[in-house]
C-alpha cells in the first residue's frame, strides 16, 4: 500500500490542548552553537538517514548513507525544543508548522525509531522522568482520560475505520485483504480463540463502537455485557444493535472494575492500554470473581518487549493514561489468581497493515476533518496514525493476544486446531 506524504501548512490556533507556536519572523542566521546543536540532535538520534534544514536555508547531516527525507526547522526556537525533549516537542512543533517533513512522512519516523531504539537509554530515562508523567487511571481519572479521546465525535471516527467501528488492530490471513475483511476475520479469530457456544455468556470489558460484542452475539449464539465508560460510544453501539434488531447485547455505561455477575468468557480488546500497571491486579480480581469455574479469558492488547512509558506526546496530547505493558508486567493480572495462559500471539504486523488502512482513509478525508476542528488537528492525528505505524513496523510496540482460565480446568484443547476450522461457527449460527 502506498504511504502518504505529509502535507505543509502554516496553524495559527489551538485545538484540543495543543499549544500553538508561531514562528518568529526571519530570525537571525544559525550561530556555530546553534549548528553544533543540530548536528548533535542527529547524533543524539542515532545519525539516522536524514537532513535537517535550518531556518536559513542551511543543511546539516550526520550520516553517510542514502537521505531518506529531510526535515525544515522553521526557527531556533524550535531547534532548541527539539533538542530539550524530542519525544515530545516534536510532536507539538509539527502540528503547529514549525516544523515540515519533506518525502515520505512514515519512512521518515521509521528511520528515527530504528536509529535512536538503542542509543543513549540513560539519556532517554532521565527526559521521561523529568518531562512524561502519565495521568492517573482511578475511577474519575479513566473517565476523563478516556473522555478525552473518544469522546471527539462518532462522526470523526466514521470517516476512517471500518464499517463496524473497529478501533483496534485488524487480522490478516492473507495481506490482500480490505480492512472491512481483516476486522471480520479479527472478531472471528477472537471468537475462536475464546471457543465460544451457543447459550454461553459472556462480559466484555471496554466494548469500543460494540461491534465485537454484536458479532459475537450474531454469529456465535451467545449473551453479551459490554461495559465501557465513553458516552460517545455507548451511545452509538446502543444505536447501532436496536436499528439492526439484535437482542443477547447489553451495552452498559460504566467502568470495568463494576463489573457484576458469572460469565463463561472474559474478553477485552484495546482496553488494558489505559488500565495502568497499578491497576493490574484489580483488574485480574474482577476477571477471577466474574469467570465460571471452566471460564476462559481473552485479553488483546498493545505491548512493548521492555517496559517504557508511552511516547511523551502520545500521552500528553492524544492518549492521556495510556501504558502498553510488557508481557511480564501482564503475569500480574494472572499470577496472583492462578490463571494458566493458554495462549499468546503477537500481532505487531498485523497491527502495522491496519494503520495503512487508516491513514489512507484519514487522508482522503482530510478536508472533512479540518472542517470538523481544524488543520492543526489534522497534523495532529495524521502523526499520531502515522507515528503507530511506523513504531509497529519497526518493532517499538507490539500486539499481544493473551488466552487464559483457571489453572485447575481441564476443559482445553489439546492443539490450536479449532482456531483454523474449514466450517467456522461463526458459518452456523445466526442468532437474533
Same mark, same amino acid.
Given at each position: 500500500?502506498?504511504?502518504?506524504?505529509?502535507?505543509?501548512?502554516?496553524?495559527?490556533?489551538?485545538?484540543?490542548?495543543?499549544?500553538?507556536?508561531?514562528?518568529?519572523?526571519?530570525?537571525?542566521?544559525?550561530?556555530?552553537?546553534?549548528?553544533?546543536?543540530?548536528?548533535?540532535?542527529?547524533?543524539?538520534?542515532?545519525?539516522?538517514?536524514?537532513?535537517?534544514?535550518?531556518?536559513?536555508?542551511?543543511?546539516?547531516?550526520?550520516?553517510?548513507?542514502?537521505?531518506?527525507?529531510?526535515?525544515?526547522?522553521?526557527?531556533?526556537?524550535?531547534?532548541?525544543?527539539?533538542?530539550?525533549?524530542?519525544?515530545?516537542?516534536?510532536?507539538?512543533?509539527?502540528?503547529?508548522?514549525? %516544523?515540515?517533513?519533506?518525502?515520505?512522512?512514515?519512512?521518515?519516523?521509521?528511520?528515527?525509531?530504528?536509529?535512536?531504539?538503542s542509543k543513549?537509554?540513560?539519556?532517554?530515562?532521565?527526559?521521561?522522568?523529568?518531562?512524561?508523567?502519565?495521568?492517573?487511571?482511578?475511577l474519575s481519572?479513566?473517565?476523563?482520560?478516556?473522555?478525552?479521546?473518544?469522546?471527539?465525535?462518532?462522526?470523526?471516527?466514521?470517516?476512517?475505520?471500518?464499517?463496524?467501528?473497529?478501533?483496534?488492530?485488524?487480522?490478516?490471513?492473507?495481506?490482500?485483504?480490505?480492512?472491512?475483511?481483516?476486522?471480520?476475520?479479527?472478531?472471528?479469530?477472537?471468537?475462536?480463540?475464546?471457543?465460544?457456544?451457543?447459550?454461553?455468556?459472556?462480559?466484555?470489558?471496554?466494548?469500543?463502537?460494540?461491534?465485537?460484542?454484536?458479532?459475537?452475539?450474531?454469529?456465535?449464539?451467545?449473551?453479551?455485557?459490554?461495559?465501557?465508560?465513553?458516552?460517545?460510544?455507548?451511545?452509538?453501539?446502543?444505536?447501532?444493535?436496536?436499528?439492526?434488531?439484535?437482542?443477547?447485547?447489553?451495552?452498559?455505561?460504566?467502568?470495568?472494575?463494576?463489573?457484576?455477575?458469572?460469565?463463561?468468557?472474559f474478553v477485552?480488546?484495546?482496553?488494558?492500554?489505559?488500565?495502568?500497571?497499578?491497576?493490574?491486579?484489580?483488574?485480574?480480581?474482577?476477571?477471577?470473581?466474574?469467570?465460571?469455574?471452566?471460564?476462559?479469558?481473552?485479553?488483546?492488547? %498493545?505491548?512493548?518487549?521492555?517496559?517504557?512509558?508511552?511516547?511523551?506526546?502520545?500521552?500528553?496530547?492524544?492518549?492521556?493514561?495510556?501504558?502498553?505493558?510488557?508481557?511480564?508486567?501482564?503475569?500480574?493480572?494472572?499470577?496472583?489468581?492462578?490463571?494458566?495462559?493458554?495462549?499468546?500471539?503477537?500481532?505487531?504486523?498485523?497491527?502495522?497493515?491496519?494503520?495503512?488502512?487508516?491513514?489512507?482513509?484519514?487522508?482522503?478525508?482530510?478536508?472533512?476533518?479540518?472542517?470538523?476542528?481544524?488543520?492543526?488537528?489534522?497534523?495532529?492525528?495524521?502523526?499520531?496514525?502515522?507515528?503507530?505505524?511506523?513504531?509497529?513496523?519497526?518493532?517499538?510496540?507490539?500486539?499481544?493476544?493473551?488466552?487464559?482460565?483457571?489453572?485447575?480446568?481441564?476443559?482445553?484443547?489439546?492443539?490450536?486446531?479449532?482456531?483454523?476450522?474449514?466450517?467456522?461457527?461463526?458459518?452456523?449460527?445466526?442468532?437474533?
Open positions: 500500500m502506498k504511504k502518504t506524504k505529509a502535507t505543509a501548512f502554516h496553524i495559527p490556533s489551538v485545538t484540543h490542548g495543543i499549544p500553538a507556536y508561531e514562528p518568529a519572523g526571519q530570525d537571525s542566521p544559525p550561530t556555530t552553537p546553534e549548528r553544533w546543536l543540530a548536528r548533535k540532535l542527529l547524533v543524539l538520534a542515532g545519525s539516522p538517514p536524514l537532513r535537517l534544514v535550518l531556518w536559513n536555508g542551511e543543511e546539516i547531516t550526520a550520516s553517510s548513507a542514502r537521505i531518506l527525507a529531510t526535515m525544515r526547522i522553521r526557527h531556533r526556537t524550535a531547534l532548541y525544543k527539539l533538542f530539550i525533549n524530542p519525544n515530545l516537542h516534536f510532536g507539538d512543533l509539527y502540528t503547529a508548522g514549525s %516544523i515540515e517533513v519533506e518525502g515520505d512522512f512514515v519512512e521518515f519516523l521509521e528511520a528515527v525509531y530504528r536509529a535512536s531504539a543513549f537509554p540513560l539519556l532517554r530515562k532521565i527526559q521521561t522522568s523529568l518531562f512524561n508523567r502519565p495521568r492517573s487511571n482511578t481519572g479513566s473517565s476523563t482520560n478516556i473522555h478525552h479521546h473518544y469522546d471527539l465525535s462518532n462522526e470523526f471516527y466514521q470517516l476512517w475505520l471500518d464499517k463496524e467501528m473497529q478501533y483496534t488492530c485488524a487480522y490478516f490471513p492473507s495481506p490482500a485483504m480490505t480492512l472491512e475483511q481483516a476486522q471480520f476475520a479479527k472478531m472471528d479469530h477472537v471468537c475462536r480463540k475464546l471457543r465460544l457456544r451457543p447459550g454461553e455468556r459472556v462480559v466484555e470489558a471496554g466494548c469500543g463502537w460494540g461491534g465485537l460484542a454484536r458479532h459475537m452475539a450474531r454469529h456465535y449464539g451467545v449473551t453479551v455485557r459490554s461495559y465501557n465508560i465513553s458516552r460517545e460510544q455507548i451511545r452509538y453501539a446502543r444505536e447501532r444493535a436496536r436499528a439492526e434488531g439484535l437482542s443477547g447485547v447489553e451495552y452498559i455505561e460504566d467502568d470495568y472494575r463494576n463489573i457484576s455477575g458469572k460469565y463463561d468468557a477485552s480488546v484495546g482496553m488494558l492500554e489505559h488500565v495502568g500497571l497499578n491497576h493490574y491486579r484489580g483488574l485480574g480480581g474482577v476477571i477471577h470473581r466474574s469467570l465460571t469455574d471452566h471460564g476462559r479469558g481473552l485479553i488483546h492488547s %498493545i505491548g512493548r518487549n521492555h517496559p517504557e512509558l508511552m511516547n511523551a506526546w502520545i500521552e500528553k496530547r492524544i492518549f492521556p493514561g495510556a501504558y502498553p505493558p510488557t508481557l511480564g508486567e501482564m503475569m500480574d493480572i494472572f499470577e496472583p489468581h492462578d490463571f494458566s495462559v493458554l495462549d499468546v500471539e503477537n500481532l505487531r504486523l498485523h497491527y502495522a497493515k491496519t494503520l495503512e488502512h487508516w491513514l489512507l482513509r484519514f487522508e482522503q478525508h482530510t478536508a472533512t476533518v479540518e472542517n470538523m476542528f481544524d488543520r492543526h488537528f489534522v497534523r495532529a492525528w495524521r502523526l499520531y496514525l502515522a507515528g503507530s505505524l511506523a513504531a509497529f513496523s519497526t518493532g517499538c510496540l507490539q500486539l499481544f493476544q493473551v488466552v487464559f482460565t483457571r489453572g485447575a480446568d481441564n476443559q482445553i484443547p489439546w492443539s490450536r486446531a479449532h482456531l483454523y476450522e474449514t466450517n467456522p461457527p461463526s458459518q452456523s449460527v445466526k442468532a437474533a
